[in-house]
């Protein structure tokens, strides 16, 4: 059975951003954006809230590991830091550990 997706278009917001009133729209600005650390702080948002497939409809790979040193704060329970450092070594990226 194929899930439905809860990925928004355009003027609602992600079901992954509960703590800000923003859009499907403000988060793809905000990725976009010039603001490092706003940036930063949404790639960590939606790492840790997102459903790991719809994370690569927002982000790459190597965004993940450009910004690591910030993203890795975001994850939380300390058990799913471990998941994703191990994924990202097991992929073959260099991050470190918690």
Do not use: C
């Not at 899930?3 to 079901?15: K, L, N």
């Not at 992954?16 to 729209?25: C, S």
């Not at 790459?60 to 993203?71: E, G, K, L, P, S």
């Amino acid at each position: 059975m194929n899930e439905s997706r809860d990925i928004p278009s355009g003027r609602e917001r992600p079901y992954f951003i509960w703590n800000a009133d923003l859009t499907e729209q403000d988060v793809r600005l905000i990725l976009a954006s010039d603001d490092e650390y706003e940036r930063k702080q949404m790639i960590g948002h939606i790492v840790r809230n997102a459903r790991f497939d719809d994370v690569w409809e927002y982000v790459t790979v190597q965004d993940v590991v450009d910004n690591w040193r910030i993203v890795r704060g975001f994850l939380w329970p300390p058990s799913l830091r471990e998941t994703w450092t191990w994924a990202l070594r097991v992929w073959g990226y260099d991050v470190p550990s918690a």
